[in-house]
């Protein structure tokens, strides 16, 4: 319970990157995160592991061949007399051997699927409160020196920039998303209250990454949500069953009705979209549109003028025209806040082929679990990975862990709903 506790609460603070020392990529969450890492190293000495392999086999899997593609584009990256500086080299080193091992060891504990469902609860508890304090600091209720809550008019919290809090908020609340609809009375009501505090920082992040990729996934669940439903109803010869089968019946003439109405509901939808949008969808969105397909374009070029293999760890793009005048160095290389051709960038289309097989194939083991929230989270953070590079972050591979844990340990569902393989040393 402690140990589950310890990694909670450094999950949390590892999304105080204001927090870090000295500018080093180490802050608070990390140390409490290294603490928790420290703590199960002595517990594999001492032999106490899941007995179920298939999950560290699949997360290590992807790092040995991730580290392979890294190693391989630092080769070309030296051999090119190309790179970044030192110091930026070895923070996404460091940063990538700690997303190895925090997730390869949460998968290897003794029974990891109650660890990880424990430790999502703490998280919710440990971020909804940090939330609570981050929005006070906001609105100068406490003070909170070291940390500057704003980024022009959007709310970055202790964060950055306000897209690391939109990023972290969205996982937190796909997590309490997860914990509600598997959970039951009390309990599940507290995990929608969970919800509240991710999606209240996220808003006030202004993100419209964050907005459209929620929205997104709230149509994922509703859809997977009536088909287990029907599926429920399809099995068993009462109510619902006519229920389900009269709305099927219903629905094309239902359909039809309201065509007239599609033109007014899509001009409503649009404006309802930009209301929730940075400056409504103003020249801010279009400023950031610009500069993100500017980045993208250059990095494509880039990775494939060096033949896909990389060019090694670190950002290796130019700063875009328009903002040289606003940097302080005019040698400061950027990243194309795109995961997929970052990590091209970075590892090469080895990388890149080793990231979609884990994301395709623990989506994959998901839905055939009907694991909805978790597929859904798996799906959505694909989409999210589109506009911000992901791969730092300990708070996505704790959720990417959990995935991959619950793909490998829940029971196979039948189109009848019910399991076709027991669960493999899953409790609690």
């Not at 608070?28 to 999950?55: K, M, Y």
């Not at 919710?124 to 981050?134: E, R, Y």
């Not at 209720?141 to 809550?149: A, E, G, Q, R, T």
């Not at 959990?402 to 609690?428: D, E, M, Q, Y």
Request: charged content about 10%.
């Amino acid at each position: 319970m402690m140990r589950s506790a310890l990694l909670g609460f450094g999950l949390a603070l590892s999304t105080a990157t204001q927090l870090r020392f000295g500018g080093l990529p180490i802050g608070p969450g990390e140390l409490v995160i290294v603490l928790w890492i420290v703590l199960c190293v002595f517990d594999l000495l001492l032999g106490r592991t899941s007995s179920d392999f298939s999950a560290l086999y699949r997360l290590a899997t992807f790092w040995i061949v991730f580290a392979l593609a890294l190693s391989i584009g630092t080769f070309f990256g030296f051999a090119a007399q190309y790179g970044p500086a030192l110091h930026m080299v070895l923070h996404d080193a460091f940063a990538y051997l700690l997303m190895a091992v925090l997730g390869c060891l949460a998968v290897s504990i003794v029974d990891a699927p109650a660890q990880f469902r424990r430790t999502a609860w703490w998280l919710m508890l440990f971020g909804n409160i940090g939330i609570a304090i981050q929005i006070a600091v906001g609105w100068d209720l406490i003070s909170l020196p070291p940390v500057s809550p704003w980024f022009w008019d959007r709310f970055r919290g202790w964060t950055e920039n306000p897209n690391q809090l939109a990023l972290t908020s969205f996982v937190m609340l796909m997590l309490a998303v997860y914990l509600a609809t598997t959970s039951k009375g009390l309990v599940s009501f507290v995990g929608w209250l969970a919800v509240i505090g991710p999606f209240a920082a996220g808003r006030l992040s202004k993100s419209d990454t964050f907005i459209s990729v929620t929205f997104f996934s709230v149509a994922i669940l509703v859809v997977l949500r009536l088909r287990a439903w029907a599926t429920a109803a399809a099995s068993s010869l009462d109510l619902r069953h006519a229920f389900v089968v009269l709305a099927m019946i219903l629905a094309l003439p239902a359909a039809v009705s309201v065509l007239p109405y599609a033109k007014t509901g899509a001009s409503d939808a649009e404006a309802f979209a930009l209301s929730m949008a940075k400056d409504k969808g103003g020249e801010a969105s279009e400023h950031t549109l610009d500069l993100r397909l500017f980045l993208w374009q250059e990095a494509l070029e880039k990775g494939l003028s060096h033949g896909s293999f990389g060019l090694g760890p670190g950002p290796h793009l130019d700063p875009p025209p328009e903002l040289l005048r606003d940097i302080d160095d005019p040698h400061e290389l950027f990243e194309a806040h795109n995961t997929p051709l970052d990590v091209f960038l970075q590892a090469g289309i080895l990388g890149v082929a080793a990231l979609v097989v884990l994301l395709a194939t623990t989506a994959l083991q998901l839905y055939r679990r009907r694991a909805d929230a978790l597929f859904t989270f798996v799906v959505a953070l694909a989409v999210f990975s589109n506009a911000h590079f992901l791969l730092r972050h300990p708070i996505i591979w704790f959720g990417i862990s959990l995935s991959v844990s619950a793909g490998c340990t829940l029971p196979k569902i039948g189109l009848s709903g019910a399991a076709l393989s027991p669960v493999p040393n899953a409790r609690g």
